[in-house]
């Protein structure tokens, strides 16, 4: 198994910044890429981002594009999603998860943390 472990959310206010921190551990080796999602209250779980471990190549949602930027560092087992220019819209339980080789960005995922809080104040 693969375990996740979010960190870095919090409050900010709008055009702020935030970095969340995804660390693996486990069978790490099984994991092909990495995916972070975000659910608001009432609505449903939707994709965010996403970058493989090798080659480092990087997929946005278009509601995040130019403002997320995923990052990797193979060597700690751990993917960095640098939040700028956050609205209040991008307030969320952000969650990152793992999934092997063949399945898409937007699922099915193996392995999910426990989410983590993203509120942006208006």
């Known amino acids: 198994q693969v375990q996740l472990v979010e960190s870095g959310g919090g409050l900010v206010q709008t055009g702020g910044s935030l970095r969340l921190s995804c660390a693996a551990s486990?069978?790490?080796?099984?994991?092909?890429?990495m995916g972070w999602f975000r659910q608001a209250p009432g609505k449903e779980r939707e994709f965010v981002a996403g970058?493989?471990?090798?080659?480092?190549?990087?997929y946005y949602a278009d509601s995040v594009k130019g403002r997320f930027t995923l990052s990797r560092d193979n060597a700690k087992n751990t993917v960095y999603l640098q939040m700028n220019s956050l609205k209040p819209e991008d307030t969320a339980v952000y969650y990152c998860a793992s999934r092997g080789y063949g399945s898409s960005w937007y699922g099915p995922y193996d392995y999910w943390g426990q989410g983590t809080q993203v509120t942006v104040s208006s």
């Open positions: 970058i493989r471990w090798s080659g480092g190549s990087t």
């Open positions: 486990g069978r790490t080796f099984s994991s092909y890429a």
